[in-house]
């Protein structure tokens, strides 16, 4: 696998352990030659799995709607930063650019960006892998 993509929370979470794993979900992928993909943002554990990979000596790959760029501060210090137009477009880049992905803990967007990910594996547009960090109980 050479790369994978994260889906997880603009926020840090109401426990402290969802930022903890974060980091260290982030720092694993660097130490095993993985590159990470995910939202672009620098806050929250988006921001916390890409510094810890980045700090790891990781490739990290944001993609961010332009929309976006302000609301969850997008990560200036990335091996590549996307800029795409919408959410669809962001979704799509991030398929594209992963052979698998994987849910941290996050809110609503997590679940909806991991479940687009699942259907599409269940309709063969895809054969990439599908998992959940299910970090202390959270799913």
């Not at 929370?9 to 720092?27: C, K, T």
């Not at 130490?31 to 990979?53: D, R």
């Not at 269940?122 to 960090?133: A, G, V």
Request: proline residues 3%; negative net charge; contains cysteine.
């Amino acid at each position: 696998m050479r790369a994978v993509a994260v889906f997880c929370g603009s926020s840090v979470g109401s426990n402290p352990i969802y930022l903890q794993q974060a980091e260290r979900f982030g720092e694993r992928l660097a130490e095993k030659g993985i590159t990470l993909v995910y939202g672009g943002a620098q806050v929250g554990c988006m921001g916390a799995v890409a510094n810890a990979c980045l700090s790891a000596g990781g490739r990290v790959i944001g993609v961010i709607p332009e929309k976006l760029k302000r609301v969850e501060i997008a990560h200036q210090n990335l091996s590549e930063l996307h800029v795409v137009g919408t959410m669809h477009e962001r979704k799509a880049l991030m398929a594209e650019l992963a052979d698998g992905f994987v849910a941290l803990p996050g809110g609503a967007g997590t679940l909806e960006e991991w479940f687009e990910v699942f259907t599409w594996s269940q309709l063969d547009y895809h054969s990439k892998p599908c998992s959940f960090l299910n970090v202390d109980g959270f799913f």
